[in-house]
């Protein structure tokens, strides 16, 4: 089963800074694009960010500027940096691989709380 490990979350004042790490495995990694998604409480998940093989990125209007979606290929991991943290950014962070309609994997989550 393919697992994507998460890593970086916790708690940061408002206008602080965190980064978050998604590892996958490596014959994962090299096909997927891969996606960053948030999920507050009472709402749904979104996409926050997303990178294809290639590394064309898009973010959402409420992160543009502000977070960094990037891959690294030696490491087979990819990043979240995330600054000028505002209380709407708290939420779970899930990682997701994809690629055509056979591979759909997602992270455990990790939580990211900002406090004001």
């Known amino acids: 089963q393919v697992q994507l490990v998460e890593s970086g979350g916790g708690l940061v004042q408002a206008g602080g800074s965190l980064r978050l790490s998604c590892a996958a495995p490596?014959?994962?990694?090299?096909?997927?694009?891969m996606d960053w998604y948030r999920q507050a409480p009472g709402k749904q998940r979104e996409l926050v960010a997303a990178i294809t093989r290639s590394g064309s990125t898009g973010y959402i209007d409420s992160v543009k500027g502000r977070f960094t979606i990037s891959r690294d290929t030696a490491k087979n991991t990819v990043y979240l940096e995330m600054n000028s943290l505002n209380p709407e950014d708290t939420a779970v962070y899930y990682c997701?691989?994809?690629?055509?309609?056979?591979?759909?994997?997602w992270g455990q989550g990790t939580q990211v709380t900002v406090s004001s």
């Open positions: 997701r691989a994809a690629f055509g309609n056979w591979l759909d994997v």
């Open positions: 490596g014959d994962i990694f090299k096909i997927a694009d």
